[in-house]
């Protein structure tokens, strides 16, 4: 497949430009622009993700893997050496590219997904992100009071988080539509929680204080996040990401009431705001709700187009719940990537017969990929899902 994305940039002084990547950002700097355009030719090499969410037929079924660039690849380590810290790394477009691309040098995946993180959006309210080696992200100024929430300003990201579109832009250059290219974001609730308790601990105190005695400041809050992510999310489709991901990872640890209220709700909002189609191709949502398997049909209420399943759902049981409206994806235990190739191609044969034959499977973990598990089993996961899952797609591709 080829891409050719041609901007066409005519400017107040008359100057005309065709322009591709990232060299509009900078005639926009010095010329006031008056109409930008896009012709763009979208014609994927490996279109199996986006038919697969379209439930068309597919010869095998596509698989990527969550945290499929990271530290489980040594590349990935030398490059995060390089760059200092993961903040770095993320916030130079030139690195952040290279390891995004990593994992597709390695493996024949049916899909990239952009290297940054969740916590890009709180960082650019402020809040002064931190990863502390071995404990994972916190703030240096936690959300507390209800003042804390009222004078935080929502980013737009074309201004504060331009670090990721520029990251998006050369991803799709270098990919040259190899593969579609996944954007994605943090849910409102799941990033309060880092937010507010201001480090990653999973007892949640903090959050749980404010859900019960100020829920209002809670709700604020919450709302200033989905407006945040409704403008990074379609700067990002703008910036060229094919496929949009909502990860809900903490969604999972409220009550069904609570799930509705505080997550599924702003959810909804923001699928409602995304932009529905770019560069004549219909973008589409994927939901990842962790622990979120009782409430699919929920879920499926958002108009999401895909439905992200963890390790304890029954994928045959979720695709007769929703599987006839919507695709799924997931969900092999990531554990299991420990074992030997022999038990590794096993679990993915269970895996995919769980499912059945037919499309609407994406083929992923039911969370990240671990980062001691050996890049060789990744290898032997890739090629089992394609070459075992032929025979489910044998009559109908
Ligand atoms: O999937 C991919 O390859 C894309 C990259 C990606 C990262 N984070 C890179 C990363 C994505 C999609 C995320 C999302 C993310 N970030 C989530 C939601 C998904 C999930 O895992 O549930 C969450 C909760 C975060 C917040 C965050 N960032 C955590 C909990 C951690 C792990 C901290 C640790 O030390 O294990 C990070 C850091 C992070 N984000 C790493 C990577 C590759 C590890 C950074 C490093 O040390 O090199």
Known sequence: MQHINLNIVICKDGVLFFTCFLATRYIFCQHAVLFTGAISMNTLKNDRLLRTIWRQPVDMTPIWIMRQA?????EYRAIRQKAGSFLTLCKTPELACEVTLQPLARFPLDAAILFSDILTIPDAMGLGLYFKEGEGPAFERPLRTARDVHALAVPKSEEHLTYVL???????????????LIGFCGSPWTMATYMVEGNANKAFPAIQIMMKDESTVLHHLLTK??????????AQIRAGAQV???FDTWGGMLDTQSYQAYA???IKIIIQNLI???????????????????????MRETACDVLGVD???HLGHARREVGEKIALQGNMDPTILYQSPDNIEAEVDRVLAEFGPGSGHIFNLGHGIAPDVLPEHVAVLVDAV????????????
């Not at 394609?386 to 591709?397: G, N, V």
């Open 225 to 234: 996040l989905a407006e945040a992510v409704i403008s990074h999310l379609n």
């Open 276 to 298: 529905k189609e770019n560069a004549g191709l219909r973008v589409p949502v994927i939901l990842f709700t962790k622990g979120g398997g009782q409430w699919l049909n929920l």
């Open 264 to 266: 599924l709700h702003y």
């Open 166 to 180: 520029d990251t998006i832009a050369m991803i799709r250059h270098e990919l040259a539509g190899k593969v579609p």
């Open 386 to 397: 394609h070459r075992l899952s032929q025979k489910y797609h044998k009559d109908i591709a």
């Open 244 to 246: 949009v991901m909502i």
């Open 70 to 74: 990271g530290r489980y690849l040594p």
């Open 311 to 313: 390790g304890l759902v």
